[in-house]
């Protein structure tokens, strides 16, 4: 009976550990992997004895830990490229809305399609992301806005995790706007979120997290509390699209509840920062929309560093304000747009991203974690957010794979 299942040798390695300097870099090492799990990983020459039932060279290719995108909206029916081209023909975000566009065009598609045409329409996403070394993703639902629409959406988002390798993480964001059954009755909607729905959700354990939208346009920070105290109650995490579009105390609410996370960020004060770091909660910065909102109020990423509140980057994937498939691409723009160091953006889609889901089984390279692994065609780690949709990836290597 070998000791290892497989031994990867001859491999640049970024660990991507919170303790090491440098993408954690380790040249000319080896990984022995055994079950799902890393057995051992270091530098060759300090390889112990022991047995593989598989040897591989990797010829020098750099490993990363898989990556991991921690905030899609990916599974819904229909696209808005028809507002995106009458946006760019001038047309402005109001008329579209008056026009019955904007987001309820995207739910009235997703309640009218089935979960097999939802499932049919996701899986394209999951497979892109897949292809360029994404090893776990997080899914919201948020476009269905009824009982049974969020309970299909979330349905579907776990059938989408048996299907593939990929591992999928839920989200319940029925908080994502009032629907027009509740127009005017947002503390109404909030009441069946949490009186009916969550309880469903739990029931059925559909969805590993709850999310809210905390803007102007959206929920306020009571309605929010009454729903975090519930999830809270039913022993569901909490994270929060925060402070988006203007300083609503998004982030600082979502630290008063131990959130996993805050994501969005744009407008967040000094003392929501503040907040954050008290609680230990993740920034997870979104550059996909920032780009297709035009936005210029930059998160306070500066204040992040300053007081070490953890970023994460995700693509943000949703067909309104971020239709982008790409967390590679995310990254880049994380880079250019944010002023992130290429480490930053890789550490953010890779051990911050896995913090954001409450994951502390991968994100990092090192021994007792998934064997999720991303290997690249690449001379450095830094060139992950330098490429601008380059396909690098050699091979991607999950430890639920067959
Ligand atoms: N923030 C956003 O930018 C998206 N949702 C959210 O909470 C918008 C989603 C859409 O426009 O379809
Ligand atoms: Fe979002």
Same mark, same amino acid.
């Given at each position: 009976m070998p000791d290892w299942d497989i031994l990867l040798t001859d491999a640049n390695i $970024?660990?991507? #550990?919170?303790?090491?300097?440098?993408?954690?870099v380790i040249i000319d090492g080896a990984i022995a992997i055994a079950g799902d799990r890393i057995a051992w990983i270091g530098e060759s020459r300090d390889l112990p004895a022991g047995s593989a039932g598989e040897t591989r060279s990797l010829a020098g290719g750099w490993v990363t830990p898989a990556l991991i995108?921690?905030?899609?909206?990916?599974?819904? $029916?229909?696209? #808005?490229s028809g507002e995106f081209e009458a946006r760019q023909r001038g047309a402005s975000y109001e008329d579209i809305a008056r026009a019955g566009g904007g987001i309820m065009s995207t739910v009235r598609a997703t309640r009218e399609a089935s979960a097999d045409e939802l499932y049919a329409a996701a899986l394209p996403r999951v497979q892109a992301l897949a292809a360029e070394g994404v090893g776990t993703i997080e899914i919201k639902s948020g476009?269905?806005?009824?009982i049974d629409s969020e309970l299909k959406m979330l349905s579907v988002a776990r059938q989408l995790g048996t299907a593939t390798d990929v591992t999928i993480r839920t989200t319940l964001l029925a908080a994502h706007t009032v629907p027009p059954e509740y127009k005017d009755k947002a503390d109404a909607y909030i009441d069946v979120i949490c009186d009916e729905l969550m309880p469903e959700v739990v029931a059925g354990q559909l969805a590993d997290a709850v999310d809210a939208y905390c803007e102007s346009i959206a929920f306020n920070t009571e309605q929010v509390a009454r729903l975090f105290e519930r999830a809270t109650e039913l022993g569901l995490p909490v994270k929060l699209h925060a402070?988006?579009?203007?300083?609503?105390?998004g982030a600082a609410l979502a630290a008063q509840f131990s959130a996993l996370s805050a994501d969005?960020?744009?407008?967040?004060?000094s003392s929501g920062v503040q907040a954050m770091a008290d609680a230990g909660a993740v920034a997870v910065l979104l550059p996909g929309a920032f780009l297709t909102l035009g936005e210029t109020q930059l998160p306070p990423i500066d204040s992040m560093r300053e007081l070490d509140v953890p970023i994460a980057i995700a693509t943000?994937?949703?067909?309104?304000t971020s239709p982008i498939c790409s967390l590679r691409i995310a990254m880049m723009l994380a880079a250019r747009q944010?002023?992130?160091t290429p480490e930053e953006c890789l550490a953010g889609a890779t051990r911050e991203a896995a913090n954001a889901l409450g994951?502390?089984?991968?994100g990092v390279l090192e021994?007792?974690?998934?064997?999720?692994l991303a290997v690249w065609?690449?001379?450095?780690?830094?060139?992950l957010a330098y490429w601008?949709?380059?396909?690098?990836?050699?091979s991607l290597w999950l430890a639920d794979s067959p």
């Amino acid at each position: 009976m070998p000791d290892w299942d497989i031994l990867l040798t001859d491999a640049n390695i $970024a660990t991507m #550990r919170a303790d090491a300097s440098d993408y954690g870099v380790i040249i000319d090492g080896a990984i022995a992997i055994a079950g799902d799990r890393i057995a051992w990983i270091g530098e060759s020459r300090d390889l112990p004895a022991g047995s593989a039932g598989e040897t591989r060279s990797l010829a020098g290719g750099w490993v990363t830990p898989a990556l991991i995108d921690c905030h899609t909206h990916l599974v819904f $029916a229909g696209d #808005r490229s028809g507002e995106f081209e009458a946006r760019q023909r001038g047309a402005s975000y109001e008329d579209i809305a008056r026009a019955g566009g904007g987001i309820m065009s995207t739910v009235r598609a997703t309640r009218e399609a089935s979960a097999d045409e939802l499932y049919a329409a996701a899986l394209p996403r999951v497979q892109a992301l897949a292809a360029e070394g994404v090893g776990t993703i997080e899914i919201k639902s948020g476009y269905g806005l009824t009982i049974d629409s969020e309970l299909k959406m979330l349905s579907v988002a776990r059938q989408l995790g048996t299907a593939t390798d990929v591992t999928i993480r839920t989200t319940l964001l029925a908080a994502h706007t009032v629907p027009p059954e509740y127009k005017d009755k947002a503390d109404a909607y909030i009441d069946v979120i949490c009186d009916e729905l969550m309880p469903e959700v739990v029931a059925g354990q559909l969805a590993d997290a709850v999310d809210a939208y905390c803007e102007s346009i959206a929920f306020n920070t009571e309605q929010v509390a009454r729903l975090f105290e519930r999830a809270t109650e039913l022993g569901l995490p909490v994270k929060l699209h925060a402070d988006q579009l203007s300083d609503g105390g998004g982030a600082a609410l979502a630290a008063q509840f131990s959130a996993l996370s805050a994501d969005h960020l744009e407008y967040t004060s000094s003392s929501g920062v503040q907040a954050m770091a008290d609680a230990g909660a993740v920034a997870v910065l979104l550059p996909g929309a920032f780009l297709t909102l035009g936005e210029t109020q930059l998160p306070p990423i500066d204040s992040m560093r300053e007081l070490d509140v953890p970023i994460a980057i995700a693509t943000d994937c949703n067909p309104g304000t971020s239709p982008i498939c790409s967390l590679r691409i995310a990254m880049m723009l994380a880079a250019r747009q944010f002023g992130l160091t290429p480490e930053e953006c890789l550490a953010g889609a890779t051990r911050e991203a896995a913090n954001a889901l409450g994951l502390d089984d991968r994100g990092v390279l090192e021994t007792g974690r998934r064997a999720d692994l991303a290997v690249w065609n690449i001379g450095h780690p830094r060139e992950l957010a330098y490429w601008i949709g380059s396909p690098q990836l050699q091979s991607l290597w999950l430890a639920d794979s067959p």
